[in-house]
C-alpha cells in the first residue's frame, strides 16, 4: 500500500494562474490535480508547461467560460468528457479518467445565478442528471471519486454566516437536497470525515476586503469519495496560503489522500 494524494482547484482562469498552479505542483507532489474553470480552448492550454513540470495533461475547454482538466504523474487512462461517451456537445463541465485503476470524475457544477432564474432551474437538473451518469457508468460498491466545484455549501458550518446566507445562491434549500440525492448514490465527503469543525473554506469572494483574514467565505468545493474509497482516507484539508498570493483564484486548492 501507499498513499495517493488527490488535489481539486478551481482556477478562475488557467493561464491567469499557472504560476500559482506549478509553483504549488512542485511543493506539494500531488499524484492528480483536478482543475475547474479553466477558461481556454484546448489549443490554448498550457500542457507543455505541465509536462515540464512532470505532469501529463487530459483536458476540455471553452474560451473565457467553463472548462476542466486533470493533470496527473501518469497518463490517465478511461478518460472521456460529458454526460455521454464521446458528448462534447455540452459546456465544458465534466470529464473523468482513470487513475491505479479508481475511476475519477472532476465536475464544474453550474453556479445558478439566482433562486428565481432558469439557470438555478438548470443547476438542479444538472445534478439530476449526474446522478443518472453515476447510476448508468459506476457501481457505489466500488471506488470511485467525485471532485470539483460544486457551488453547493452543504451544511451551516460551511458558510460564515448561514442564517444570513440561507436561500441564497449556493446555499439554498433546493439546491442543497438536489446534491443530498447525488450523495445518497453512495457517497462520502472524505473532508468531513476528517475535518468536523466549522470555519474551514475554499472559495472568498474578491469583492469582500480582506475575506480570508475575516473569514468570509464558503466550503463549495469537494472531494466525495464511495464508502469502500473513504474507509482508506488518511487525511483531507483545505490549502488556504495560495489564496492569499498575488493575482488569486478566488478559490484554493483542497486535498485528499488514500491509503491504496
Known amino acids: 500500500m501507499e498513499i495517493m494524494k488527490v488535489a481539486s482547484f478551481n482556477a478562475n482562469g488557467i493561464r491567469a494562474r499557472l504560476g500559482i498552479i506549478l509553483d504549488w505542483l512542485r511543493q506539494e507532489s500531488p499524484?492528480?490535480?483536478?482543475?475547474?474553470?479553466?477558461?481556454?480552448?484546448?489549443?490554448?492550454?498550457?500542457w507543455e508547461e505541465f509536462q515540464a513540470a512532470g505532469y501529463q495533461c487530459a483536458f476540455w475547454g471553452e474560451k473565457s467560460y467553463n472548462g476542466v482538466a486533470?493533470?496527473?504523474?501518469?497518463?490517465?487512462?478511461?478518460?472521456?468528457?460529458?454526460?455521454?461517451?464521446?458528448?462534447?456537445?455540452?459546456?465544458?463541465?465534466?470529464m473523468r479518467g482513470t487513475l491505479r485503476n479508481i475511476p475519477i470524475v472532476?465536475?464544474?457544477?453550474?453556479?445558478?445565478?439566482?433562486?428565481?432564474?432558469?439557470?438555478?432551474?438548470?443547476?438542479?437538473?444538472w445534478?439530476?442528471?449526474i446522478r443518472d451518469y453515476f447510476s448508468e457508468y459506476f457501481d457505489p460498491r466500488k471506488?470511485?471519486?467525485?471532485?470539483?466545484?460544486?457551488?453547493v455549501a452543504v451544511e451551516d458550518r460551511d458558510v460564515y454566516d448561514p442564517q444570513a446566507l440561507y436561500g441564497s445562491i449556493g446555499f439554498h434549500p433546493d439546491e442543497q437536497r438536489a446534491l443530498a440525492e447525488v450523495k445518497k448514490w453512495g457517497f462520502v465527503d472524505v473532508f468531513r470525515k476528517h475535518n468536523a469543525?466549522?470555519?474551514?473554506?475554499?472559495?472568498?469572494?474578491y469583492r469582500v476586503p480582506g475575506a480570508v483574514k475575516r473569514g468570509i467565505g464558503w466550503r463549495i468545493d469537494h472531494i466525495w469519495a464511495?464508502?469502500?474509497?473513504?474507509?482508506k482516507s488518511v487525511r483531507a484539508l483545505v490549502d488556504?496560503?495560495?489564496?492569499l498570493f498575488s493575482k488569486p483564484s478566488d478559490h484554493t486548492f483542497v486535498v485528499a489522500e488514500f491509503d491504496v
Open 226 to 231: 464511495t464508502e469502500c474509497l473513504a474507509e
Open 240 to 243: 488556504v496560503s495560495p489564496r
Open 31 to 46: 499524484e492528480i490535480l483536478c482543475l475547474q474553470e479553466t477558461k481556454v480552448q484546448d489549443k490554448d492550454f498550457p
Open 70 to 94: 486533470m493533470v496527473s504523474k501518469v497518463p490517465l487512462t478511461e478518460v472521456s468528457y460529458g454526460f455521454a461517451e464521446g458528448c462534447r456537445g455540452e459546456d465544458a463541465r465534466l
Open 143 to 151: 471506488p470511485l471519486l467525485w471532485v470539483g466545484d460544486f457551488n
Open 127 to 129: 445534478f439530476r442528471r
Open 106 to 125: 472532476n465536475a464544474y457544477v453550474p453556479q445558478g445565478v439566482s433562486p428565481d432564474s432558469e439557470k438555478f432551474q438548470f443547476k438542479l437538473d
Open 197 to 205: 469543525h466549522g470555519g474551514i473554506y475554499t472559495f472568498w469572494d
